[in-house]
């Protein structure tokens, strides 16, 4: 069984930074992608990043780019969103996922990830 709790979210003005972390339970974390969703009030989740098993290998939304960068530590078994120039659009449940299956490139679909975690709320100001 494998558990996702993600920490690092809370209240910032617009233009400001924040690490959201990611951090998991289980002996399989370093072999399989990581991803990061979001759902924002009254609309659907969707696709933010995610990360190779390694690490060597990332996707990003076309909203995300250039803004935020997801990494991971396999030795601290957690992973990371990081947020630079958060916008009030960016408010949301940030939710991380992991997938105990797929081994291709960092996916993005949410029906690869089989494990969820609770999430974390961002809130944006203007």
């Known amino acids: 069984q494998v558990q996702l709790v993600e920490s690092g979210g809370g209240l910032v003005q617009a233009g400001g930074s924040l690490r959201l972390s990611c951090a998991a339970s289980?002996?399989?974390?370093?072999?399989?992608?990581i991803g990061w969703f979001r759902q924002a009030s009254g609309k659907e989740r969707e696709f933010v990043a995610a990360?190779?098993?390694?690490?060597?290998?990332?996707s990003y939304a076309d909203f995300v780019k250039g803004r935020f960068t997801i990494s991971r530590d396999n030795v601290k078994n957690t992973a990371y969103l990081q947020m630079n120039s958060l916008k009030p659009e960016d408010t949301a449940v940030y939710y991380c996922?992991?997938?105990?299956?797929?081994?291709?490139?960092?996916?993005?679909?949410?029906?690869?990830?089989?494990?969820w975690g609770q999430g974390t709320q961002v809130a944006v100001s203007s």
């Open positions: 996922a992991q997938s105990d299956w797929w081994s291709g490139r960092p996916p993005a679909s949410e029906n690869v990830y089989n494990y």
């Open positions: 289980g002996r399989t974390f370093s072999s399989n992608p």
């Open positions: 990360i190779s098993g390694s690490g060597g290998s990332t």
